[in-house]
């Protein structure tokens, strides 16, 4: 059986930190331009360097993506920006455009290259076709079956990858290629800044009753007729890695830290625990899922690996999230007191009851005794997101890079 690689999505050094803590072996951000996700924080040349250092301090690779379908004016850009990265040691960069990719082979002629799922790959030729020009790994479609990939596995060489989602939100539209953004919003979502129209809710109107707003209704909410459900695999790991694939690749670089350490540390298990023993993996299926519910979440859909999705892949009744967690903060440190160090997310108060959750894979009860702020000030409640407090969890097992959550 092929080596599985787990990677990861980190949209800012705090989150990278912790899903190189939580499992896993591979971890993929964007710089500050150039890739697909211009609406998250993204990495400084700077951030990228010490990211990179702590990542491969602890045996992690680092892929940059480069994934816009690129216009005339970004081609200057992109090859500064190329320039840039010479020095800083990353792993590979994730590219979906051909004159990009040019770009790439010319001013780093030793990087390792991944074509972008954004490319359509969706058949073996295309692979050869991207192997023959230099690429190492191609990211398969979403719209690609298990049947599918086994085959393209069984027409490209033994030393080309494949990576392939299994895990986080999924488009509307083929490959990502959508147009909604820049038609409704102005933004190219193929360039970094989609708007998530599919996300919005909608009705119709009449053409002869202009401003008469009629509902489509699916219930008394509206309708949302574009949204789709999340993609999860977690109980499929060995038709995944059977099928011949090498990465498997979280979507998620909008997400939280409470995010990419619960789907790592889920995903980290599941694939440790299959390669030891199909039995035991077997044994814990309903441990990986009551935990990876633990993140926020649309319901969860396995697209189109089992053969193409029918209607219950669409979520018709609203777009919210399903959320049975709140990400209170990462543990920064602790004093000399014993004292939680962190910066607080979402509101707490003293006397709750809270967990730790740990790299691995322990989940510890504490509860609050005290709130303070760094100068000693006294509060009860912790209300104000993004503040520096200091936690009195009473001699509870909390360490650096812990996860801090409570059940809603």
């Not at 840039?84 to 051909?98: F, H, Q, R, Y």
């Not at 040019?102 to 991207?130: C, K």
């Not at 199909?278 to 519910?293: C, K, M, Q, S």
């Amino acid at each position: 059986m092929r080596k599985t690689e787990l990677l990861v999505p980190a949209g800012s050094l705090e989150v990278l930190k912790t899903a190189v803590v939580y499992g896993a072996d591979a971890v993929y951000l964007g710089g500050e331009a150039f890739g697909l996700r211009a609406k998250a924080k993204n990495f400084t040349t700077e951030e990228i360097r010490e990211g990179a250092g702590f990542a491969h301090a602890r045996g992690v690779r680092v892929y940059v993506t480069a994934n816009i379908l690129a216009h005339n004016e970004d081609l200057a850009g992109v090859e500064a920006y190329f320039e840039e990265l010479k020095s800083i040691g990353i792993d590979a960069l994730i590219i979906s455009d051909p004159g990009v990719f040019a770009i790439a082979r010319r001013v780093l002629p030793d990087m390792e290259i991944h074509i972008s799922t954004q490319a359509n790959n969706t058949n073996y030729g295309t692979y050869l076709f991207w192997y023959g020009l230099g690429a190492k790994r191609v990211v398969s479609a979403r719209e690609l079956s298990l049947k599918e990939i086994r085959e393209i596995r069984e027409h490209i060489p033994d030393e080309m990858e494949i990576e392939s989602f299994v895990h986080g939100s999924m488009c509307i539209s083929y490959s990502g290629r959508c147009l909604l953004s820049s038609y409704l919003a102005g933004r190219d979502a193929n360039r970094g800044e989609c708007t998530h129209p599919c996300r919005w809710k909608y009705s119709v109107v009449e053409e002869t009753r202009p401003g008469e707003v009629l509902p489509v209704y699916e219930n008394e909410r509206g309708t949302f007729l574009f949204n789709s459900r999340d993609l999860c695999m977690i109980e499929h790991i060995p038709e995944l890695m059977e099928a011949g694939i090498d990465s498997l690749k979280i979507e998620g670089r909008m997400k939280t830290a409470l995010y990419a350490a619960t789907v790592a540390r889920t995903y980290r298990r599941a694939i440790d625990d299959f390669i030891k023993a199909p039995e035991l993996y077997r044994a814990n299926l309903e441990w990986y899922r009551t935990e990876i519910g633990k993140c926020t979440f649309r319901e969860y859909t396995t697209g189109f690996y089992f053969g193409k999705p029918g209607p219950e892949t669409q979520i018709y009744d609203n777009s919210t999230y399903v959320k049975n967690y709140a990400y209170l903060g990462s543990v920064e440190g602790l004093d000399a007191r014993g004292f939680v160090r962190l910066t607080q997310k979402n509101k707490f108060s003293v006397g709750e009851t809270i967990e730790i959750m740990k790299p691995d894979g322990r989940n510890l009860l504490a509860e609050v005794r005290g709130i303070y702020t760094p100068d000693g000030e006294t509060r009860e409640s912790a209300p104000h997101a993004k503040e520096e407090l200091l936690v009195d969890l009473s001699g509870a097992d909390a360490g650096p890079y812990d996860i801090l959550r409570k059940a809603l």
